[in-house]
Every structure is written in structure tokens, then in C-alpha cells.
């Protein structure tokens, strides 16, 4: 039998989709007909079959989260000066329901978002204010896109009527010695650690969904535990040998000046860097230990690149004992199906930073290794978006009953 290079569990529309030239399938009819069918379809477009939950593209279609239409929730943004939080900024110029009534920042307090960045200039936004001076009563969440030491302290004095979501590092380690231990503080609010829940959507949905405080993930850790989390949960993978080389985009590191950031710095070369000691090496331990239910260590090396924004993670596993390539690609292929942003391409196609910048997906592929029982597996994202700001808003938008989708319908930027 001629082997596949799709998913088994995948059908194709055949009815909307025609074969052009043998080789590619183009969209006959693009009518809404499709994009509000809740049905998960695979599709062959221009040589690349991905697993795509098709339908989700509209309010009433979306596959994750309740409609409740017409409540308006009122926004606040912490660190709206920075790269995460003008990012929320702009994903939330699409959303519906979502209001911005509230933004702060330190060095740039009582200036306008617009002349901080033009791109934003159009809209309709409060001035930024220090966090001393915000009336938390005008909000009904907030993100809290702060560098991580600054938040424990300043989440824990908010009304706890607020819906919180945490894009820093300071509620994702369970264990507030690990915390102590990897980012050389003491951790200023062990009791609301006990309360925050770890946002990684697709996998903890239903934890979120209930939450008033999510530890959003970090960047890395993102592109790493989405395809790891599943193949260990299945036993696909042995939980030794886990080796994880990582790529980030500048963006990753923040807005403020740092030498280590200077164009001079980043262009023409990479550099790898927290070789060992990286801080996300406790954060992506700790969900795939919950996942394969037994003590998991990797070797994670992250490296910084001379693009703005965009994260690469290549990982080298060792398969299970009688587990071959195909066995990881239909695992992945049925647990991410359902899944709007996870996006499992095509066998043997390559994913590219390119094709994820500036939207909420991460592109997953994994490959037979030479040396045989080896498979690698590469995952991108966006590491402002899914990294960040898209991750955090699909986790208000679970948290607040609302399709999850909302604010988050953008394409990749190309070129
Ligand atoms: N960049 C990325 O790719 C990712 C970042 N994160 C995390 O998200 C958080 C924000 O990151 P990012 O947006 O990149 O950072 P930036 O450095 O770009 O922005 C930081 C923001 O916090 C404000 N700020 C700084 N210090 C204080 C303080 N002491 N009190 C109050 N406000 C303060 C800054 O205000 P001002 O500019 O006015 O001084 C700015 O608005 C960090 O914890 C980061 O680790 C998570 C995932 C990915
Ligand atoms: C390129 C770069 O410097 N990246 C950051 C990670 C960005 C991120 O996800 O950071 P948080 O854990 O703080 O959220 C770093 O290596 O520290």
C-alpha cells in the first residue's frame, strides 16, 4: 500500500477543494458555506496538507469556548509600553468585546501608546499611567506584560474580583524553591502561586477555563511542550535523551535597551546563550514531567537570531521501544485535529518561522532521524504571539466564556 503523507484520521473536502495540475488542490468555492462548517478537515493547499481545524474562523463556528455575545469586558494592560503588551494592543483591535479602559508603563507614564508606537496611532486608547495612579475599578482583567520580579507583588495587591493573565515568568513554576532557585529572588506571593493555573491552552483548556490567574508560558517553553507534551502522554517517546535546541528572534528579550540587543550585537551571526542554566529548562521540566508522570530532564540550549521576531525549537528524541516515525505523526496528528493554532504540516514539509510571524499558530513537523529508534521533531511559533500576547488572549478569551479565536484571526505576515 502506497504510504500516505497526510493524516489517517483526516478527510479531504473534496467538494470544495479541486485538483489543479496533479499536484496542488485549489479552493473552488471560498463561500462562508465553508468556514462556518464545524467539521475538521484536512487540507491539501498548494503541496501543503495540514492538520486544520477549518471551521473556527467565525464567532458562532468556533470549536473551543462558549458565545456569549455582547458583554463588553474591560481591559487593562500592565506594561502596555513594552513589546507583549503593545502586541495584546494590536490583537485586540479586532476583538469584539474586549475594551482597552486602562494601560500603564514606568519610564513612558503619561505618554499616548501612538507616540510610543506609531503603528498604533488609529486607536482609540487611554494614555498610559503609572501603576500607582490606576483605578483598578475600571477593569474587569488585566494582562500583566511586566518583567518577571516586578509582578508577583503587584498581581497579589489587585482587587481579586480581576481576571489576571501573566505573560512573565513569576506564577509558572509550581514550586517556589525552583523559582528561588533558577531566577536567584525570593518569591513574593507563594500563596497566589497556589491559585495560578499554567496557560498552556491546548493542553490544560478546561484548568483555564476556570482560572482568575493564568501563568501564560513562556516562549520557549511553548514551542517545546506542544509537541513533546503528547507523544510523552502516549509513552511514544522515551523520556531520556530529550535534547532541544531553541532560535529566538531579538523581540524575545524586550524593548529596553540592553548591549547584548544593539544591532551591532545581533546582526550577521547567531549566538547561543544560558547554555545549561537557561531559566525555561525547570519551566519545560516541569510540564513534560506531569506528562509522562515520572521525572523528566533536558539539555536546552537557546540560541538568539538576527530577526526581529520568531522562535525555532528542533528537538532530538529517542522513540519508544516499537515506535516508529508514523506512530508520532498520527499521535500528533488526532490530539491537535481539533486545534485551531496547532498546525501539524504536511509529511516532510519544513516549518518556517516566516510562515507563523505575526499570528497565533505553531507549525509542527517531525522526521525519521538517520540513526535508527532517533526522530526529530521542529515546531515554530511567533514568539510575540503564540510565545505571548496571541497565547495570552486565547486564554482570556477561555477564561471570559468567549470563542477562543477572538482577536487572533490573523495570517501569518508574508513576506
Ligand atoms: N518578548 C517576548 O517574546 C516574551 C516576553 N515574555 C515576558 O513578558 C513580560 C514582558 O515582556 P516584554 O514586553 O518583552 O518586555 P519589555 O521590556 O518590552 O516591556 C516591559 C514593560 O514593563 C514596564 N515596566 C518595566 N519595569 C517596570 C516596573 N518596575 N514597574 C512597572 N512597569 C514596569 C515597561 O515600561 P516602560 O517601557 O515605560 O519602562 C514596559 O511597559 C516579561 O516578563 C517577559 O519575560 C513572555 C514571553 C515572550
Ligand atoms: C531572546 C531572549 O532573550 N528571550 C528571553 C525569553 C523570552 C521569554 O519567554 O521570557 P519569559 O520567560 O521571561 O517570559 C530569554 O532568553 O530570557
Given at each position: 500500500m502506497m504510504e500516505s503523507s497526510t493524516c489517517n484520521s483526516a478527510n479531504l473536502v473534496s467538494n470544495i477543494f479541486a485538483k489543479d495540475g496533479g499536484t496542488s488542490w485549489k479552493l473552488r468555492s471560498y463561500s462562508s458555506?465553508?468556514?462556518?462548517?464545524?467539521?475538521k478537515s484536512s487540507i491539501r493547499f498548494e503541496g501543503i496538507r495540514a492538520s486544520v481545524a477549518a471551521s473556527p474562523r467565525t464567532l458562532e463556528s468556533s470549536k473551543h469556548g462558549m458565545q456569549k455575545a455582547g458583554e463588553v469586558v474591560r481591559v487593562g494592560v500592565l506594561g502596555a509600553s513594552g513589546y507583549t503588551g503593545s502586541?495584546?494592543?494590536?490583537?485586540?483591535?479586532?476583538?469584539?468585546y474586549f475594551k482597552i479602559t486602562l494601560m500603564t508603563a514606568d519610564r513612558k507614564a503619561g505618554q499616548s501608546?501612538?507616540?510610543?508606537?506609531?503603528?498604533?496611532?488609529?486607536?482609540?486608547?487611554?494614555?498610559?499611567?503609572?501603576?500607582?495612579?490606576?483605578?483598578?475599578s475600571k477593569v474587569d482583567a488585566v494582562f500583566c506584560c511586566l518583567p518577571h520580579g516586578t509582578t508577583q507583588e503587584i498581581i497579589a495587591s489587585l482587587p481579586t474580583t480581576l481576571k489576571v493573565v501573566d505573560l512573565s515568568a513569576d506564577f509558572r513554576l509550581r514550586d517556589t524553591t525552583q523559582y528561588e532557585e533558577w531566577y536567584n529572588q525570593p518569591h513574593r506571593a507563594p500563596d497566589l502561586q497556589k491559585e495560578a493555573i499554567y496557560g498552556l491552552?491546548?493542553?490544560?483548556?478546561e484548568n483555564i477555563r476556570n482560572a482568575r490567574v493564568?501563568?501564560?508560558?513562556?516562549?520557549?517553553?511553548?514551542s517545546v511542550q506542544l509537541p513533546l507534551i503528547p507523544l510523552l502522554e502516549a509513552g511514544l517517546i522515551q523520556t531520556r535523551n530529550i535534547i532541544i535546541d531553541s532560535k529566538s528572534g531579538v523581540s524575545g528579550a524586550g524593548r529596553g535597551a540592553k548591549e547584548a540587543s544593539l544591532y551591532t550585537e545581533i546582526a550577521e551571526g547567531i549566538n547561543s546563550y544560558g547554555i545549561t542554566r537557561h531559566r525555561h529548562v525547570p519551566e519545560i521540566e516541569q510540564g513534560l514531567s506531569d506528562a509522562s508522570k515520572s521525572k523528566v530532564t533536558v539539555s536546552f540550549t537557546p540560541h538568539l537570531m538576527p530577526m526581529s521576531r520568531g522562535m525555532q525549537s528542533t528537538i532530538y528524541v529517542e522513540m519508544a521501544s516499537g515506535v516508529n516515525i508514523e506512530d508520532?505523526?498520527?499521535?500528533?496528528?488526532?490530539?491537535y485535529e481539533d486545534e485551531e493554532f496547532v498546525i501539524l504540516l504536511q509529511k516532510k514539509a519544513v516549518p518556517h518561522t516566516r510562515n507563523v510571524r505575526g499570528s497565533n499558530y505553531c507549525f509542527m513537523n517531525v522526521f525519521e532521524d538517520r540513526i535508527p529508534g532517533r526522530a526529530i521533531i521542529i515546531?515554530?511559533?511567533?514568539?510575540l504571539v503564540k510565545g505571548a500576547s496571541g497565547q495570552a488572549l486565547q486564554n482570556l478569551n477561555l477564561m471570559m466564556g468567549y470563542p477562543e479565536n477572538l482577536g487572533l484571526l490573523?495570517?501569518?505576515l508574508f513576506p
Amino acid at each position: 500500500m502506497m504510504e500516505s503523507s497526510t493524516c489517517n484520521s483526516a478527510n479531504l473536502v473534496s467538494n470544495i477543494f479541486a485538483k489543479d495540475g496533479g499536484t496542488s488542490w485549489k479552493l473552488r468555492s471560498y463561500s462562508s458555506f465553508y468556514w462556518k462548517q464545524s467539521v475538521k478537515s484536512s487540507i491539501r493547499f498548494e503541496g501543503i496538507r495540514a492538520s486544520v481545524a477549518a471551521s473556527p474562523r467565525t464567532l458562532e463556528s468556533s470549536k473551543h469556548g462558549m458565545q456569549k455575545a455582547g458583554e463588553v469586558v474591560r481591559v487593562g494592560v500592565l506594561g502596555a509600553s513594552g513589546y507583549t503588551g503593545s502586541e495584546i494592543v494590536r490583537l485586540l483591535a479586532t476583538h469584539p468585546y474586549f475594551k482597552i479602559t486602562l494601560m500603564t508603563a514606568d519610564r513612558k507614564a503619561g505618554q499616548s501608546l501612538g507616540s510610543v508606537f506609531p503603528h498604533l496611532i488609529t486607536q482609540d486608547l487611554p494614555d498610559m499611567i503609572a501603576i500607582k495612579d490606576a483605578d483598578f475599578s475600571k477593569v474587569d482583567a488585566v494582562f500583566c506584560c511586566l518583567p518577571h520580579g516586578t509582578t508577583q507583588e503587584i498581581i497579589a495587591s489587585l482587587p481579586t474580583t480581576l481576571k489576571v493573565v501573566d505573560l512573565s515568568a513569576d506564577f509558572r513554576l509550581r514550586d517556589t524553591t525552583q523559582y528561588e532557585e533558577w531566577y536567584n529572588q525570593p518569591h513574593r506571593a507563594p500563596d497566589l502561586q497556589k491559585e495560578a493555573i499554567y496557560g498552556l491552552t491546548e493542553i490544560l483548556r478546561e484548568n483555564i477555563r476556570n482560572a482568575r490567574v493564568v501563568a501564560n508560558p513562556g516562549c520557549y517553553p511553548t514551542s517545546v511542550q506542544l509537541p513533546l507534551i503528547p507523544l510523552l502522554e502516549a509513552g511514544l517517546i522515551q523520556t531520556r535523551n530529550i535534547i532541544i535546541d531553541s532560535k529566538s528572534g531579538v523581540s524575545g528579550a524586550g524593548r529596553g535597551a540592553k548591549e547584548a540587543s544593539l544591532y551591532t550585537e545581533i546582526a550577521e551571526g547567531i549566538n547561543s546563550y544560558g547554555i545549561t542554566r537557561h531559566r525555561h529548562v525547570p519551566e519545560i521540566e516541569q510540564g513534560l514531567s506531569d506528562a509522562s508522570k515520572s521525572k523528566v530532564t533536558v539539555s536546552f540550549t537557546p540560541h538568539l537570531m538576527p530577526m526581529s521576531r520568531g522562535m525555532q525549537s528542533t528537538i532530538y528524541v529517542e522513540m519508544a521501544s516499537g515506535v516508529n516515525i508514523e506512530d508520532l505523526y498520527q499521535h500528533l496528528c488526532s490530539r491537535y485535529e481539533d486545534e485551531e493554532f496547532v498546525i501539524l504540516l504536511q509529511k516532510k514539509a519544513v516549518p518556517h518561522t516566516r510562515n507563523v510571524r505575526g499570528s497565533n499558530y505553531c507549525f509542527m513537523n517531525v522526521f525519521e532521524d538517520r540513526i535508527p529508534g532517533r526522530a526529530i521533531i521542529i515546531s515554530v511559533i511567533d514568539n510575540l504571539v503564540k510565545g505571548a500576547s496571541g497565547q495570552a488572549l486565547q486564554n482570556l478569551n477561555l477564561m471570559m466564556g468567549y470563542p477562543e479565536n477572538l482577536g487572533l484571526l490573523h495570517q501569518a505576515l508574508f513576506p
